[in-house]
């Protein structure tokens, strides 16, 4: 069976957050509701992990990559993101294996080139609120363009957000279509190649946090490398 891993740093945008009211750890539980295979879902991160401090936050998601052959031992897979909203830039790690490292820089002005070629998200909020973890969420609607996957056609699908307003203020996303909201999510779906990919915060913990979490490595890992080319090593150069 040929496999496909996400690369999921690619989608760490919808939990950039500028928590200057909060310092700790948020975890979130991570499903795949359309997923029933288990050799698939084996492939698949069950856990993030938010640090947040001030205006820097980074996410962290570890799991294993099993290949083909049975016999071969699976492959240990760490993707990060840092992000400094004092710069409204981020850096995003992958280690696969012991020996392959990899950075990828994103700055700030390819983060406001990437905005302005973005349609406007097309968000509603509701007035409902409901309890997460001891926290008041507000409830909004994300109507995002998706393809079917039996006409192979676009269609308009409703994500429904569940969002705090104690960890941040308005406008506290960067570069994703959740920017417009005014908290730090607390349960949401992603798509990630049509895949649906539910995240629900399980944990929040106030804990005072070192500055190193969010320190760029100097050494130990490659540069200069795109995200396609990032991909394409994480399926195993297919």
Do not use: W
């Not at 980074?58 to 400094?84: A, C, G, M, W």
């Not at 994500?159 to 607390?186: A, H």
């Not at 969010?214 to 995200?227: A, I, L, M, N």
């Amino acid at each position: 069976m040929m496999k496909r891993f996400i690369l999921f740093i690619a989608f760490f945008g919808y939990i950039i957050v500028n928590a200057q009211n909060f310092e700790g750890i948020v975890t979130y539980q991570i499903s795949y509701p359309t997923i029933t295979d288990k050799a698939a879902l084996a492939d698949m991160p069950t856990e993030m992990t938010l640090y947040i401090k001030g205006d820097k936050i980074r996410s962290d998601i570890e799991y294993y990559k099993h290949p083909d052959n049975p016999k071969v031992q699976p492959t240990l897979v760490f993707q990060s993101k840092v992000v400094d909203l004092a710069t409204k830039s981020y850096f995003e790690l992958l280690t696969v294996g012991k020996d392959n490292k990899y950075i990828i820089e994103t700055s700030t002005k390819q983060i406001e080139e990437k905005l302005i070629k973005m349609p406007v998200p097309n968000l509603v909020v509701q007035d409902s609120t409901r309890m997460i973890k001891d926290y008041v969420c507000k409830i909004a609607v994300l109507t995002e363009k998706i393809i079917d996957p039996t006409s192979g056609q676009g269609i308009d699908y409703p994500l429904t957000i569940y969002y705090s307003e104690v960890f941040g203020n308005k406008n506290i996303y960067i570069d994703e279509d959740f920017r417009d909201i005014g908290g730090l999510m607390l349960e949401y779906t992603i798509y990630a190649k049509n895949i649906p990919i539910k995240f629900t915060a399980v944990k929040i913990k106030k804990k005072k946090i070192k500055d190193d979490e969010f320190e760029r490595p100097t050494e130990g890992y490659q540069k200069d490398v795109d995200r396609d080319t990032v991909q394409h090593i994480l399926n195993g150069g297919k």
